[in-house]
Nanobody
Framework: QVQLVESGGGLVRPGGSLRLSCAAS????????RSWYRRAPGKERELVAS???????NYADSVKGRFTISRDNAKNTVNLQMNSLNPEDTAVYYC?????????WGQGTQVTVSS
């Protein structure tokens, strides 16, 4: 059974940085795309960033230039480096793997940006 486990969330002051990580346990194959989504209080879930197996990346306009997504194909991981955080980045962040056998979601990790 495949599970995605996120880590790295927490409380940070505006302007600070956090690094989120997501690792897959179990047998997982043919990961086409790895992504990070977030859901802020009172808002719908939104795509933050994604990266394909070939390394192509895509970012939400609100995080371009501040967030960087990366992956390790051999370790089935995906990371999100978040810099220059602001209160609007406060949300639960979820990792997502799209595979030939279906999508997988992590349980979410809370990121709170507050002074």
């Amino acid at each position: 059974q495949v599970q995605l486990v996120e880590s790295g969330g927490g409380l940070v002051r505006p302007g600070g940085s956090l690094r989120l990580s997501c690792a897959a346990s179990g047998s997982i194959f043919d990961i086409a795309t790895r992504s990070w989504y977030r859901r802020a209080p009172g808002k719908e879930r939104e795509l933050v960033a994604s990266i394909t197996s070939g390394g192509s990346t895509n970012y939400a306009d609100s995080v371009k230039g501040r967030f960087t997504i990366s992956r390790d194909n051999a370790k089935n991981t995906v990371n999100l480096q978040m810099n220059s955080l602001n209160p609007e980045d406060t949300a639960v962040y979820y990792c997502h793997f799209a595979t030939i056998r279906g999508p997988y979601w992590g349980q979410g990790t809370q990121v709170t940006v507050s002074s």
